[in-house]
């Protein structure tokens, strides 16, 4: 179809590619070749080849183990959170209210807000003396934990969603703004009341958004660590202790035939979500063709 | 419509700005305790900062009784904090400026010619976009210890100008400026780098600024990097550094965090109107199959 194209505007197109090819290559691609070496051996200089036996190591490792149980569950219920309370603000939104434009951009505004500014916030407030204890004390309930408990799963999701939520709401309510008014009509007509109206007729037009909306999720909340980081340092309690702190600590130890390994079970792992996210992107868009 | 809808509006309203005014918080926290003398500071969060033994219960305060600019003066005074400020700026800037570049210049390429190599090319920038930091970053700091540039601001900047989150951002959204345009302009006498600049580029002014705003954003918070990548503690950046002085000097840390604040702030309000554009239309969207 393209072959309209001369062979000049070819080769000229791809000089337009040869920056970020040529770094994406030598920054990742290419020592990737290096991990899985590294992986495989007992030590990073002169070591012999050892198999599995740093996999198996890694799977005992009981740091790793919560660390990526820990992230697993972040990953999970922050995806999921993430549409359905995106998607819920971005409905509210449709109604006519005043000020919808000033409310969209008081969401938004977290996204800017460095995770270095914001930690002294989260320490007044998540602090054992901070203020939500004092709130839940007026009220007359326990004390909560929030760096040594479960509930610190808990904080981390209510950063993650504060920070992140307002850009989904952002592209949910454009998404939305661009289902055809016909077809809301003719839902109208048919009689349908608004559920079946928001699952029948715009749900459809919002697929190729949400999984945009998922794929952007699954990359914050890798990027929540920062957060967790700066509130609680390198070794935080066993419900704060993500995959990252596991990594950073790995490399300050030096032990890199086991740092590789974890990479590369991180690199399977993420590899098999995003290749069920680009299927899903495809289905999402040849549904919308055919449909 | 009538009375329940006006009902229904009213509660909507006040619920959603309620969760707005919930959002905006932490950012008018920080601002407030930057105006607050060092004695309101003690008395409002004492019982965190301060003596361990004080137990006067935590008060939010959104309005400073005595406003004062006492910290920013200390602030000023501080010169670890300024260099720290400018060693920020440099990176992040660096990285925003060549990242954006090199993103939109390989979108181009992507744009320009359609070919099977090139679509696996980018489904395999699809890919390295979702992986999280901790997996690049075991090879960043590989091929930075082979370069030469470990503990070099280089080693930052660089693997930061060639992220892939850019590169797929404009290639979705340059895929829909009009081929016939291009051609149009070609067959006019223009070479392709003049079609990129004055065609293509004009055309994707919103998804360009919304790219270098999130790289921005992301980068001046930049915090696993720097841990890995700089040993030297004074090459480090702001992001990393904040948290230590929140702990050592609670009365400066409001202002310190309040003024890192700022270039972030000053770019959001500038950009916002492109970041809402941008990033919109940057996954095929339903919009796409009307026209």
Redesign the interface.
Known sequence: M?NG?SRG??F??????????L??L???V???G??IYYALVSKPVGGEFVGFSNFIRLFHNRAFLVGFRNTAVLCVSAVTLSVMLALG?SV??E????ARG??R????????????????????LF?H???IN?AL?AIGLDPVDWFHTWWGSLMVLLMYL?RNL??YV??FT??LS???EELIGMANLDGAGPVRRFFTVKLP??A??M??VV?LS??YS??I??EV???TGSYPYDHLYL??HF??NT?MSMDYPK??AA?LV??TV??A??AA??WLEDRV?RD??NG | MGKSGFLRRLFVTVLLTLLALLFLAPMVLTVAGSFMPGEELAGSYGAIFGDEYMKDPVKLKFIPEKPTVEQYGKLAGDKSYAARFLVSALYTVSITVFGTAVSALAAYGFTRYRSRGRRLTFLGFSVLMLMPYQVTLVPNYFVSKWLGTFDTPLAVILPGVFSAFGVYLLTKYMARVPKDTLEAARLDGAGEFRLFTRICLPQCKSAVWAVALLTFFDNWSMVEGPLILLRDESARPLSVYLSRLNAGEPGMAFAAAAVYMMPCLALFIFGQRHLTEGINSSPKTATDRKT
Request: with cysteine; hydrophobic share 65%.
């Open positions: 393209r194209l505007t070819r000229r197109s791809l000089l337009f590619l040869f920056p970020s090819l770094g994406t030598i920054f990742f290419i020592p990737f290096m991990i603000l509210l939104l109604n006519a209210l005043p000033a409310l951009t008081a969401f938004l505004c977290p996204m800017f807000v460095p995770a270095a500014s914001v930690v002294l916030v989260w320490t007044v602090h003396n901070g203020a004092a004390a504060w307002g850009l952002l592209l454009s998404a661009a289902v055809p037009y919002l190729p958004t999984v945009f794929m699954l990359i890798m990027k660590f920062r980081y700066l509130l995959l990252q990594m950073n490399f740092l590789c990479a991180l690199l993420m590899g979500i995003t996210v680009f868009g919308l063709e």
